[in-house]
Nanobody, 127 residues
């Protein structure tokens, strides 16, 4: 099973940008679809973005489309989330997640789909 460690969170002003990174270890990284989720205080964990095992297909939650970009580097076992035009409502703990999958171009958007989770990284957007 793959282990995941997120980094790159922090405090940013409205309209600013951050790039989150997720480093994977163990397992065969290219056998996993990857996703980003977030959880704000008092709210359920919600889907942010996902990328297929090859990186050929991505999918975003509606509120992130056009602002966030997910990418991956299979050679270095990394997945990234570039976040632009950040808003106070983007404040949350962001989690990286992995789902072991066959090489199919299917996106996974539910927390129940994923097998492994990182510890999360805090993103705070000030108004």
């Amino acid at each position: 099973q793959v282990q995941l460690v997120e980094s790159g969170g922090g405090l940013v002003q409205t309209g600013g940008s951050l790039r989150l990174s997720c480093a994977a270890s163990g397992g065969t990284f290219s056998s996993y679809a990857m996703g980003w989720f977030r959880q704000a205080p008092g709210k359920e964990r919600e889907f942010v973005a996902t990328i297929t095992w090859s990186g050929s297909r991505t999918y975003y939650a509606d509120s992130m489309k056009g602002r966030f970009t997910i990418s991956r580097d299979n050679a270095n076992k990394m997945v990234y989330l570039q976040m632009n035009s950040l808003k106070p409502e983007d404040t949350a703990v962001y989690y990286c997640a992995a789902k072991r999958t066959t090489p199919i171009s299917v996106v996974f958007t539910s927390t129940r789909d994923y097998d492994s989770w990182g510890q999360g990284t805090q993103v705070t957007v000030s108004s």
